[in-house]
């Protein structure tokens, strides 16, 4: 049975009450209620799902266009767990979508084993990108069962016929840490923490290769926020799948993924390994968002020399700034600023780090 049990509630049959395992909001430190970070692996060559300069933009009226993402370029390999962090309305659920093949980008590919997924995508190749949503009531059908879900799925895509559906689902509660029981049950008659399990079966019900989870916590209460996280880190480890985790809390991010991509206004402007980016980071915007973290305690490992506050609210998507985006918020911002756009390169030299800074050699 994977970690983190379903919570108990009063709508649904009775079954194993789920911990307590409270987290705090966003501090980056690492907190004993979530799950340790994951282990060291030597990753494949070849990386499972690659995203290549995706660029989407909306009309915004009067002739404008909103650029929701531009020049994005991330992977992820088998087992391996890349978060995505950012301020609301930087672009992550955007990038989310395109790699689940629900939005179309207007430039750029999405690749699954070498592969290039084209515009329209086959049954198979949406089965292999899997998307779970941040609210798990409005993604799941009311009308139907938890049995239905499921079933109408494995039947669908030839995965499952007769008795051997009823025993898949089955296994799908149990991987999910749900009772039997809650098969029989309809979305409302079970908590937040228990649709979401329910909504993380179907999506592995298809068996995906990679799945992306668009803030799946953030709708949750707190005290099942832990357990479910821990439930995402057993089943990639169980699984060997890739996942892709959108969020705006560090410390989920630092818990449960092995790289961090950080965004702002639709770019990534630093990657890299999630100790690397966490105590040493590159780019004024990554120092800012680790430093307006929250702390219960100061910690070894505490980002320093950097205690000054961005100034303003992010500029418009409409209305870029020239240069770096960045820089009308940036404490360290020069002329040169204002005129060139950086490029993400590696930060230092020749390090699988990058960041997209003019300044990004320097230490903090």
């Known amino acids: 049975m994977p970690a983190g049990p379903p919570e108990r509630d009063s709508a649904m049959p009775?079954?194993?009450?789920?911990?307590?395992?409270?987290m705090p909001a966003g501090p980056p430190e690492r907190d004993s209620a979530m799950p340790a970070g994951p282990p060291e692996r030597d990753r494949p060559a070849l990386p499972l799902l690659v995203a290549e300069n995706l660029c989407v933009s909306f009309p915004a009226g009067k002739g404008q266009r909103l650029i929701a993402v531009e020049d994005v370029s991330l992977s992820v390999s088998e087992g391996e767990t890349l978060g995505v962090v950012g301020e609301s309305g930087c672009g992550k659920s955007t990038v989310a979508r395109c790699l689940a093949g629900l939005l179309r980008p207007g430039s750029g590919t999405v690749s699954l084993r070498g592969e290039v997924l084209?515009?329209?995508?086959?049954?198979?190749?949406?089965?292999?990108?899997?998307?779970?949503?941040?609210?798990p009531y409005s993604s799941l059908n009311p009308r139907l069962s938890v049995r239905s879900v499921l079933a109408e799925l494995l039947v669908f895509h030839g995965l499952a016929q007769g008795e051997a559906v009823e025993r898949r689902c089955l296994e799908l509660m149990a991987l999910v840490g749900l009772p039997a029981d809650a098969l029989d049950g309809y979305p409302s008659s079970f908590?937040?923490?228990?649709?979401?399990?329910?909504?993380?079966?179907?999506?592995?019900?298809?068996?995906?290769?990679?799945?992306?989870?668009?803030?799946?916590?953030?709708?949750?209460d707190v005290s099942v926020q832990a357990a479910i996280l821990a439930l995402f880190?057993?089943?990639?480890?169980?699984?060997?799948?890739?996942?892709?985790?959108?969020?705006?809390?560090?410390?989920?991010?630092?818990n449960i993924c092995d790289r961090a991509a950080v965004m702002y206004l639709g770019r990534i402007v630093e990657v890299g390994e999630r100790e690397e980016i966490f105590t040493d980071p590159r780019h004024p915007y990554t120092r800012a968002l680790l430093t307006a973290a929250p702390r219960l305690r100061p910690g070894p490992d505490r980002v320093a020399g950097v205690a000054a506050r961005l100034r303003g609210e992010p500029p418009s998507p409409t209305a870029r700034p020239t240069g770096c985006a960045?820089?009308?918020?940036?404490?360290?911002?020069?002329?040169?600023?204002?005129?060139?756009?950086?490029?993400?390169l590696p930060a230092p030299a020749g390090s699988s780090r990058m960041a997209a800074c003019h300044f990004r050699d320097e230490t903090q």
Do not use: K
Not at 119 to 131: D, I, K
């Open 14 to 22: 009775a079954g194993p009450p789920e911990r307590d395992s409270a």
């Open 118 to 135: 084209g515009a329209r995508r086959t049954t198979e190749q949406h089965r292999a990108v899997q998307l779970v949503f941040q609210d």
């Open 191 to 220: 908590s937040g923490g228990q649709r979401q399990r329910i909504a993380i079966a179907r999506a592995l019900a298809v068996e995906p290769q990679v799945v992306v989870a668009d803030e799946p916590i953030s709708s949750l």
């Open 233 to 254: 880190a057993d089943l990639r480890e169980r699984l060997g799948i890739g996942m892709v985790l959108i969020s705006h809390n560090l410390a989920v991010v630092r």
């Open 326 to 344: 960045f820089h009308p918020r940036c404490p360290r911002a020069e002329p040169v600023c204002a005129t060139q756009r950086p490029e993400l």
